[in-house]
């Protein structure tokens, strides 16, 4: 039997990259999945296409994660569909990388309510629908424990914020049998960062493998997390960098 027959996920940016990667596994391994995107309506039904056609529930919301409002329908509506919530993945994010001269206002306040106050407020949402066993899991970056490159003030900020949430996440609701863990993805083969994009060389190089990773690499480690492999791990994170940030 699929480890995660009777759960239901919701995972944030599921529409491509990482979270559509993270979406189909969670399904392979028996979830019932919503899935959040902001503009791509067409690539977040080919994910649900996707999920059905390999027998598991599921559904499509648009919700952009830098609106409160929007984040917090998006869990009610999971709960609505599917009667439940057990894993919540926020993985949308953006990566504004810019020299610290041009970075501006408007570029902070938006990497930080997409990536930062967006898990918070879903995390805030989900929470009470969820019993134990619940698992938060959030993808962060490398970049919390790394910034190998210039340009990254808005974007490690974010990401290093995280850390402090799942820490605080972790400790709040431990008795109550809930985790809360951060992934770490290193570079990662995605729109949002290309194996053949022009800065991917330079990123190889600097993990130990010296390649990029798949997106099926960090959804294999959520997969784990959120099954019985991750009861016993919270408040921690975990890198799935080929290296890069060791
Ligand atoms: P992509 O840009 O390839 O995909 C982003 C996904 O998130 C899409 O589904 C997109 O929806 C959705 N999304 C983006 N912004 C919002 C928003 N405001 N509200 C709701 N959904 C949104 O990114 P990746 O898959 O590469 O990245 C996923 C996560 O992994 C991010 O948090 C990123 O920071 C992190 N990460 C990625 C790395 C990499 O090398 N790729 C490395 C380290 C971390 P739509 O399709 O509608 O646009």
Do not use: W
């Amino acid at each position: 039997i699929a480890p995660l027959t009777g759960k239901v996920a919701l995972v944030t940016g599921g529409s491509r990259g990482i979270g559509a990667a993270v979406a189909t596994r969670l399904a392979a391994d028996g979830a019932d999945v919503v899935l959040t995107y902001q503009h791509r309506a067409d690539r977040a039904a080919d994910v649900v296409a996707a999920i059905k056609s390999a027998g598991r529930r599921a559904l499509a919301v648009q919700a952009d994660s830098a609106d409160a409002d929007a984040v917090r329908t998006s869990v009610e509506a999971a709960v609505a569909e599917f009667g439940r919530l057990d894993i919540l993945v926020n993985n949308a994010g953006l990566g504004v990388l810019a020299p610290l001269e041009k970075l501006t206002l408007d570029d902070i306040d938006r990497s930080l309510a997409v990536n930062v106050r967006g898990p918070l407020v879903a995390a805030q949402a989900a929470v009470p629908h969820m019993v134990e066993g619940g698992r938060i899991i959030t993808i962060g970056s490398c970049v919390a424990e790394r910034v190998a490159f210039p340009g990254f003030a808005a974007y490690a900020t974010s990401k290093s914020a995280l850390l402090g949430l799942t820490r605080a996440l972790a400790r709040e609701l431990g008795g109550r049998g809930i985790t809360a863990t951060l992934v770490h993805p290193g570079p990662t083969d995605t729109d949002m960062n290309p194996a053949d994009g022009p800065g991917a060389e330079a990123q190889s190089a600097l993990t130990s493998l010296g390649t990029y990773g798949e997106a099926v690499d960090v959804a294999a480690t959520v997969a784990h997390l959120a099954g019985e492999g991750g009861r016993y791990v919270t408040g921690t994170a975990v890198a799935v960098d080929g290296g890069f940030a060791g």
